[in-house]
C-alpha cells in the first residue's frame, strides 16, 4: 500500500514514499527530547543519593511520585492535542510551545539548593515534576504525529524504526557522554549542571529543527481528522479501553517498562561497586546503547520475513535469557560482562521499536472497529503506562538500595553487592518473561492491517463525497 505525501502548493495528496529528509526531521525531535530524559533516568538517581546527599529511598519516593504524577500528565496532554487546529496544525505547536520550558526543566533537575535535607528533597521532587509534566507537553503530541504521517504499515515501521533509532542515539548520548563531561570538573555538582546547559541548547536547536522540518504534515493532520468525532474525554478514553489489541501491548510495555528504568541507572552502581571499575561506566553504558541501536536497525529487515508480534517476542526472550545468564557473570570477566550485556541491549532496541510500532497500529485498529480516531488518547494512555513503569523500575532501586543497606562512596559488602546484581540480572529477566505471556495473545497481522486501511480509506471517500 502506498503511502500519501503532500502537495502544501496545490493541496492535493501525491502517493509516494516519505522523502527521508522529513523522516530524519521528525526523528531529531525524539534525539532531543530523549537525550534530555535518559539522562535523568541514568543519572539522576546517582546525583541525588552520591552528590546531593539525599537518602536512597528518598530518591525512590521521589521517582516514584514524579513519574506518576508525569504519567497522568499525559492523557490530559493527548486530550488537548487531539482537539487542538492551529494555523501550525494539531500536534506541531507543542514542540514549539513546550521547548524552552523542557530545556529549562530539564537543567534544574540537576541543581541543588543546598538547603537542609528536607529542602533539597522537596526542591529535587518539584523540579523533576515539572520537568516530567514538560516533557508529556511535548513527547506526546510528537508521537501522536506516527499514526498519520502514513498509514501503510511497512512504511510506518520504517518512519518509527528510524525515529527510535534516532531516539536511541540521544540515549548513548545521554549514557557515555554525560560523566566523561561532568568528571572534567572538579565538582559534579557543577559538572552536571554545566553538561545539562549544553544537552538543553543542542536539544532546543534540534526540536525547532522537527518543527520546521515536519511543516508539510500539519495541513495532513486536518486532513486526516477532519471527518473525525471530536468526543469528549470519557468517550476518548472508552474508545481506548475496548481496544482489545492495544490492552494486550499496553500491559506488556508497562512491565518491560520496568526493566528499562532498572538496567540503565543500576549499571552505575554495578560498574562502581560489584566490578570495581568505575572508569569504564562510559563504556559500559556505550556497550548496551550501542547494542540497543544494533537491535533497532535489525527491525525492519526482520519485519520483511517475519509478523511483529514473532520479532517482539524474539526480543523479548533474548533480553530475558541474558539477563539471567548476567547473574552467574564473574566480575572480573569483563569481556563477558560487556558480551552479555550487548545481546541484551539487542533484544531491549527489538522491544522498544516494535512494541511503538504496534501500538501504532492499533490507532487503525481502534478506529475500525469503533469508528472513532482516538490517536492522541491511544499515545498518551501508552506514555502513561510506559512511564508508570519507569516509576516503579526508580522506586524499585531506591528500596532495595535502602533494604540492602548501600552506603554511598564507600565499599559496600556482599550482601549488598548481590542486591545490585539482582536487580540487573534475575528480576529484569523475570519481568521479560511475563511481558511475553502479554505478548501471545495479540494478533494483528499485516494482511489485517491492509485490510483495515481499505476500509478506513472506503469509508473516508464516501464521507468526502
Not at 478506529?367 to 502513561?384: I, L, P, V
Request: charged share 15%.
Amino acid at each position: 500500500m502506498a503511502d500519501v505525501i503532500l502537495d502544501t502548493e496545490n493541496r492535493q495528496t501525491n502517493v509516494k514514499q516519505i522523502p527521508m529528509k522529513h523522516i530524519f526531521g521528525y526523528s531529531l525531535g525524539a534525539l532531543s527530547y530523549y537525550t534530555l530524559f535518559m539522562t535523568t533516568t541514568t543519572y539522576l538517581m546517582y546525583f541525588y543519593t552520591d552528590v546531593v546527599g539525599i537518602s536512597a529511598a528518598a530518591a525512590g519516593t521521589i521517582f516514584l511520585f514524579a513519574r506518576l504524577v508525569d504519567a497522568i500528565s499525559d492523557p490530559v496532554v493527548g486530550t488537548i492535542a487531539d482537539r487542538t487546529n492551529t494555523k501550525h496544525g494539531r500536534y506541531r505547536p507543542y514542540i514549539l510551545w513546550g521547548t524552552i520550558p523542557l530545556v529549562v526543566t530539564g537543567v534544574l533537575c540537576f541543581t541543588s539548593p543546598g538547603i537542609s535535607e528536607s529542602g533539597n528533597v522537596i526542591y529535587a521532587a518539584i523540579t523533576y515534576i515539572l520537568f516530567g509534566m514538560m516533557y508529556s507537553f511535548v513527547n506526546v503530541p510528537h508521537m501522536s504525529m506516527e499514526a498519520s504521517i502514513t498509514y501503510d504499515p511497512d512504511e510506518r515501521s520504517k518512519v518509527i524504526s528510524v525515529k527510535l533509532i534516532f531516539q536511541l542515539f540521544g540515549a548513548l548520548i545521554a549514557s557515555t557522554l554525560t560523566m566523561p563531561l561532568v568528571r572534567m570538573f572538579t565538582n559534579e555538582e557543577i559538572g552536571f549542571l554545566i553538561t545539562m546547559v549544553l544537552f538543553g541548547i543542542v536539544c532546543a536547536i534540534l526540536l525547532f529543527i522537527t518543527f520546521r522540518t515536519t511543516k508539510p504534515y500539519a495541513w495532513y493532520e486536518g486532513l486526516v481528522n477532519k471527518n473525525k468525532k471530536r468526543g469528549s474525554i470519557l468517550k476518548r478514553w472508552g474508545v481506548v479501553g475496548k481496544n482489545d489489541k492495544l490492552r494486550f501491548l499496553i500491559m506488556m510495555l508497562f512491565v518491560s517498562s520496568i526493566v528499562q528504568a532498572l538496567v540503565q541507572p543500576v549499571g552505575i552502581y554495578y560498574m562502581t561497586y560489584n566490578v570495581g571499575r568505575a572508569d569504564l561506566t562510559s563504556l559500559y553504558m556505550l556497550n548496551m546503547m550501542g547494542a540497543t541501536i544494533v537491535g533497532a536497525f535489525l527491525v525492519p529487515f526482520m519485519s520483511k520475513f517475519m509478523e511483529k508480534k514473532a520479532i517482539l517476542i524474539f526480543g523479548l526472550s533474548l533480553g530475558a535469557v541474558c539477563n539471567a545468564t548476567f547473574f552467574f557473570v564473574p566480575y572480573g570477566s569483563l569481556m563477558l560482562i560487556f558480551i552479555t550485556r550487548f545481546l541484551a541491549g539487542i533484544g531491549q532496541g527489538v522491544i522498544t521499536v516494535l512494541v511503538f510500532s504496534m501500538i501504532a497500529d492499533c490507532v487503525d485498529y481502534g478506529e475500525w472497529k469503533h469508528g472513532f480516531r482516538a490517536q492522541g488518547m491511544t499515545f498518551a494512555t501508552s506514555a502513561f503506562f510506559h512511564k508508570s513503569g519507569n516509576a516503579i523500575g526508580g522506586w524499585l532501586i531506591g528500596i532495595v538500595l535502602m533494604f540492602i543497606g548501600y552506603i554511598p562512596n564507600q565499599a559496600q559488602t556482599p550482601f549488598v553487592l548481590d542486591g545490585i546484581l539482582w536487580l540487573l540480572s534475575i528480576i529484569p529477566a523475570a519481568l521479560l518473561i511475563i511481558s511475553i505471556i502479554f505478548v501471545l495473545p495479540f494478533h494483528l497481522t499485516k494482511s489485517d492491517l491492509y485490510r483495515i486501511r481499505a476500509d478506513l480509506d472506503n469509508a473516508s471517500v464516501r464521507n468526502n463525497d
